[in-house]
């Protein structure tokens, strides 16, 4: 870090100085190696907590009670964490989320029931609206229930540094619309969706509408109920650090559950699990979203990043991430832009959660080169370096330090200018 500038440096510990979060930090395992993380976003980092409650329930609770666990507790695990996912997270009252499958598995289900509901009520509905750039998951998915159910896609098309507008949003949706699918922050650019107007829109035209919540869920204040949500869905081993491959949740407002019938009907969502009946019955409320055994060992480590936000509170997490993508936002314009790397991220806070997107032709290059350097962003088509600020676990000065690295490595690959 040779070409460290004094004033920003000094500026990076004034701000973790007043940082009221930054003792959670060492709540982290690894946040204290000089390693820069800045991929939170993807694969939150796991908690001391976490570490600690694995090993006991190993010993203690499968070794412990066996078989005998499921009655004990685990059959109601996959509701009492969704219930505290619902009021940590994502503001919904109890009773209306419930931790399932991967997000891919339970946007299918959702979608599918939504779309087969809402065509079941009015014929004309066989549109399924979403943008160009959502998730790829979400998208394959949708094409492949538009193809199943004989319906249709209507795309939107958005600039790929921000996401869909309440315009755009209008435009598409009509009386052909039977669900809106939408992310809540666009996993390319960062872009915040105005969830509370959007919803409204998509209501206004009669369809119901899916929020994901992948990269907003730990991040960014969600209001579900208050936002009138009809569905969400989201990940858990992002901002809520539940580990690689921990389960997903769902959301199912409660005016939907009884007139919803999810595609994968298994046992363990069925009225009577242990009847072995004849015939599948659903059960009432979100066991009906339930198909298989519940991943219990996968779904543990979230509880600890909800206790931590519970005592924080999510407006606090809120309040760091901009502080974060305000200060990388302007440390790669002093140090970045002359590189002629471009912000393909909104520059408005609030239209931006918690990740920034850095452009320039040789970021591929340079993603690999950073992560030899223990430099851990990641790269998302074109040309963007995505650097992910996970509020609790990140600082300013590791912020800094891995930005000015992007600089000296860009600046190894040749870049000189824009
Ligand atoms: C916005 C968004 N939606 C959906 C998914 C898919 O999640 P999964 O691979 O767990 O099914 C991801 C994964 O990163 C995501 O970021």
């Known amino acids: ?42 694969l939150g980092r796991p908690l001391r907590a976490t570490a600690e409650r694995l090993e006991r329930f190993v010993r203690e609770e499968w070794a412990g009670r066996l078989i005998r666990g499921w009655d004990e507790s685990w059959m109601q695990l996959p509701f009492e964490i969704g219930d ?7 503001g919904a009252r109890a009773g209306q989320t419930v931790i399932g499958d991967s997000t891919t598995v339970l946007l299918y289900k959702l979608v599918r029931a939504a779309f087969d509901a809402r065509r079941a009520d009015d014929a004309a509905r066989v549109e399924i609206v ?15 229930i538009a193809a199943e159910r004989g319906g249709r896609v209507r795309w939107i098309e958005v600039d790929r540094a ?3 507008t309440e315009d755009a949003l209008r435009d598409a949706v009509g009386p052909q619309t039977a669900v809106v699918v939408l992310s809540h922050v666009a996993y390319r650019s960062g872009y915040l969706a105005d969830a509370a107007s959007l919803t409204a829109i998509a209501h206004d035209a009669g369809a119901l509408i899916l929020w994901d919540l992948c990269h907003s869920a730990g991040s960014v204040p969600v209001e579900a109920d208050a936002w009138g949500f009809d569905l969400a869905v989201g990940c858990t081993y992002k901002y809520l650090n539940g580990g690689p491959g921990s389960p997903a949740f769902a959301y199912v407002a409660h005016r939907h559950q009884a007139s919803l019938t999810q595609p994968i009907q298994g046992w363990m969502g069925s009225a009577d699990v242990f009847a072995m009946g004849p015939h599948y019955v659903p059960a009432d409320g979100m ?9 219990i060992t996968g779904m543990l480590g979230i509880q600890d990043t909800l206790a931590l936000i519970d005592e924080v509170g999510i407006h606090a997490i809120r309040e760091k991430s901009i502080a974060l993508t305000e200060f990388a936002i302007a440390v790669a314009d002093r140090d970045l832009a002359p590189l002629g790397v471009t912000i393909a991220s909104p520059r408005h806070a609030e239209r931006r959660g918690g990740h920034v997107t850095l452009a320039h032709p040789l970021m ?46 860009l600046r190894g690959l040749g870049a000189d200018g824009p």
Not at 390 to 395: F, G, H, I, Q
């Open 1 to 42: 870090m040779t070409d460290l500038d004094p004033t920003m440096a000094l500026e990076a510990r004034v701000l973790d100085d007043a940082d009221p979060l930054r003792g959670r930090r060492d709540a982290f395992i690894g946040a204290e190696s000089p390693l820069v993380y800045f991929d939170g976003n993807s």
């Open 130 to 144: 979403v943008d160009r750039d959502n998730f790829p998951t979400d998208r394959y998915l949708i094409e492949g």
């Open 287 to 295: 066991r009906r979203f339930i198909s298989g055994t519940p991943p």
């Open 84 to 90: 505290t996912v619902g009021r940590v997270a994502i």
């Open 162 to 164: 921000s996401g869909v």
């Open 364 to 409: 591929r290059e340079a993603t690999a080169r950073l992560w030899e350097q223990d430099v851990i962003p990641d790269y998302r088509d074109p040309h963007g370096l995505r650097i992910g600020l996970s509020p609790l676990s990140t600082s300013f000065a590791e912020t800094e330090a891995g930005l000015i690295r992007v600089g000296e490595v």
